[in-house]
């Protein structure tokens, strides 16, 4: 039998977590970490000294040797730069171990490197890490050993975020200001903050790790470049929520045990829509601390799935023709006394303030769709959205049957008298219990869904942070509400003013809201009517930052500077320009070195076969035909390989960030099709023993 889990103890062994912090610290110096912790401000040296030592003791005491600032850059991934404790041996000889205040609080690695927008020099290489004293700090262990990991920010020496992180913390701070505000005019005194929290769920694949080293795509890019579909995909709906195979099953059970030693509340585990496809979802967290915890999740799947002789892809698209990964951003407001602000309750059509919450939600979802939008652009992620598979590129609301007809009777007429009912589910089966249904049902083709008692952004992409998705959201979400805030504080008549406002705000953005088939082609035209914005890829959506709208925005709070902004969009450009670049040389190499020349020796081995059995004065016909036909298609493959280097040199000399972007999607992805289409051809026809590479039966089935 195997051992028996004690997750409870289990749970947070590895982070310095708040009880971990009140055992050790003398109790003012504790109660200074949660005031700053809770109210903001910053530590005195002295007892970030304290804290120092106590942590260090501890990360000793479980086998550290040395610490690290674990940051998050622009490059969509995590950052550090290990120290060991070990300090200058004293007279005699003897190895101290230490760590100070100056050291926990302030870190100074090379930001030379790091994609920064032009804002850094590559001769600038100064850049700080600075403690985020809100997200714990966590022991890793690997083949380096034990490593204190600090979760901090990442700046310039000049001040500017060259993160995710950063301006996902000024983004909390803008939208708590200004929920507070809100949740004042109702009577709350109490509350002092305003938490958006998080629960990303997490959707990978699983395939076997030595097939995964011989697909040079997979290896370079994270996805096949070439691949022709199996003979059965995810057709059957088979996979789906199907029983989890004893490998995988043996996977996660390691995943997990690792993410709650780590304090990641992993929750739910199964199978996904597509073969090899799986799915793990936390519970909610601050914004912040889900954005680190999602980055470690990413990172242990990786680990933990190579001990089992697995690869993890996180990609966005792996595999042509099946489903592709997403990451739900599931999004919601609580005080820090308890109040969801997005909980109906039992009649939101009463619930004055939930409803002022979600008609600033509308304005701003409606407002700043282009942004919104733009928040969930990856290069992955044109494969994927649009796709009968994920939300389309078009930004939405579903608020399903009950709050759509809510808001309708509030446009209507003002007043929402009646509120549908979701009745009992009856089965006919007179052992099976009945209960009450909820009054809405679910929308999966919907970008922006409301699920209860939150927002589930399901746009994101599976290998991309919810750093930004996150801070976006924070950010349209806080001017709404200072906006409404501005005009009902100045209201002589509260309940008159704020029955107006939300009325006017679902007016004036109800062409948001839909609940329908969000695949059908009827809703691109009839969003295009709404004069919705449809942004079909990641290079069109980047201009979006720029525009004197978003700039107003983010300066208005300090969320990002213009400067800021203007460098990622330098940054979005320059990646984009960068993948595409890395998949077109990878398929010239594949190509060049492992396909064509397969197929070559193929016809030979038809040719060599028509030859002897011409002379035995058997038919050939069949190997005739087959030959013309693979000729045929190696020479449309030739001549589309030729085509594409001579597309992707042009795209190499191009200099303006910008028009080399657009010439990769537009010029270099329709070569990079023109290549795959006789390729995935040649797949279906030449001798399996024969070709070079794994195909997609192989990869996806046999796990």
């Known amino acids: 039998m195997s051992e028996v889990l004690n997750v409870e103890e289990l749970f947070g062994s590895k982070v310095f977590t708040l009880g971990k912090m009140k055992e050790r610290l003398p109790e003012d110096v504790f109660a200074e970490v949660k005031r700053v912790m809770d109210q903001g401000g910053e530590l005195s040296l002295a007892t970030a000294g304290v804290v120092a030592k106590a942590m260090k003791d501890w990360a000793i005491e479980n086998g550290a040797t040395h610490y690290s600032h674990w940051f998050q850059p622009l490059t969509g991934i995590t950052a550090e730069k290990q120290d060991s404790f070990v300090t200058h041996p004293d007279a005699e000889g003897r190895m101290l171990m230490e760590f100070s205040g100056k050291e926990l609080i302030k870190g100074e690695p090379d930001a030379s490197s790091f994609p920064s927008g032009g804002l850094r020099a590559t001769f600038e290489a100064r850049g700080y890490t600075a403690w985020d004293i809100t997200s714990p700090a966590f022991l890793r262990e690997d083949a380096t ?179 592709g990964s997403g990451k739900h951003n599931n999004w919601s407001l609580s005080t820090d006394n308890g109040v969801n602000l997005l909980d109906p309750g039992d009649t939101p059509n009463e619930n004055i303030q939930f409803l002022l919450v979600l008609a600033c939600v509308m304005k701003a979802v409606d407002y700043h769709a282009d942004l919104l939008r733009q928040s969930a652009s990856d290069v992955g992620n044109d494969h994927r959205l649009g796709a009968d598979e994920a939300p389309p590129a078009i930004i939405s609301i579903f608020l399903g049957e009950q709050l759509e007809d809510v808001v309708k009777q509030l446009v209507e007429t003002g007043e929402a008298a009646r509120l549908l009912e979701g009745g009992k589910l009856e089965t006919g089966v007179s052992t099976l219990p009945e209960f009450a249904k909820d009054a809405t049902d679910r929308n999966r083709t919907s970008p922006f869904a409301f699920t209860g008692n939150k927002f589930e952004f399901r746009m994101v992409g599976s290998s991309d942070s919810i750093g930004s998705p996150n801070t976006i959201l924070n950010a349209i979400v806080a001017e709404a509400f200072c906006e409404a805030a501005d005009y009902l504080e100045q209201a002589e008549d509260f309940d008159m003013a704020v029955h107006d406002l939300i009325k ?33 890829t990641m290079v069109e959506a980047v201009d979006t930052l720029i525009t004197d709208k978003s700039v107003k925005l983010f300066e208005r709070f300090g969320i990002f500077t213009r400067v800021e902004l203007e460098s990622r969009a330098e940054i979005l450009y320059e990646t984009y320009s960068k993948t595409l670049n890395i998949e077109a040389m990878t398929m010239i190499d594949m190509a060049s070195k492992q396909i064509l020349p397969a197929v070559v020796k193929y016809t030979k081995v038809l040719a060599d076969t028509i030859v002897a059995l011409n002379g035995a004065g058997a038919d050939a016909s069949v190997q005739v035909e087959l030959l013309n036909e693979v000729t045929v298609l190696l020479k449309e493959a030739k001549a589309a390989l030729n085509a594409l280097k001579e597309v992707e040199a042009k795209a190499m000399s191009m200099v303006n960030g910008k028009e080399k972007a657009f010439f990769y999607m537009e010029s270099v992805r329709a070569a990079m099709d023109a290549l795959r289409a006789p390729v995935d051809g040649l797949e279906q026809i030449v001798d399996k023993d024969m070709w070079p590479i794994p195909t997609y039966a192989e990869l996806t089935f046999e796990v």
């Open 145 to 323: 050993g034990v490593t204190l990991c600090i979760p901090t920010a990442f700046c310039s020496y000049k001040g500017e975020a060259l993160d995710k992180k950063t301006p996902l913390l000024r983004s909390m701070e803008a939208i708590s200001k200004q929920a507070l505000r809100i949740v004042r005019l109702f009577g709350n005194t109490e509350a002092t903050k305003v938490i958006p929290c998080v629960g990303p769920e997490q959707e990978y694949f699983l395939i076997d790790r030595e097939k995964y080293l011989q697909r040079t795509d997979l290896l370079f890019a994270g996805r096949t470049l070439f691949g022709a579909p199996a003979p059965k995909g995810q057709e059957m709906d088979d996979h789906y929520f199907g029983t989890i195979r004893e490998r995988i099953g043996s996977f996660m059970q390691d995943l997990n045990v690792e993410l709650w030693k780590l304090g990641v509340t992993a929750k739910t585990q199964h199978n996904e829509a597509a073969p090899a496809q799986h799915e793990l979802a936390p519970i909610y967290e601050t914004a912040n601390i889900a954005a680190d915890h999602n980055q470690i999740v990413m990172e242990t799947m990786k680990k933990v799935a190579e001990r089992h002789g697995l690869a993890c892809l996180l990609h966005e698209k792996p595999f042509a023709g099946v489903n």
């Open 504 to 536: 006017k705000y679902m007016t004036e953005h109800q062409r948001i809201i839909f609940n329908g088939n969000g695949y059908a082609d009827e809703w691109v035209a009839e969003a295009k009517r709404r004069g919705l914005p449809n942004i079909k």
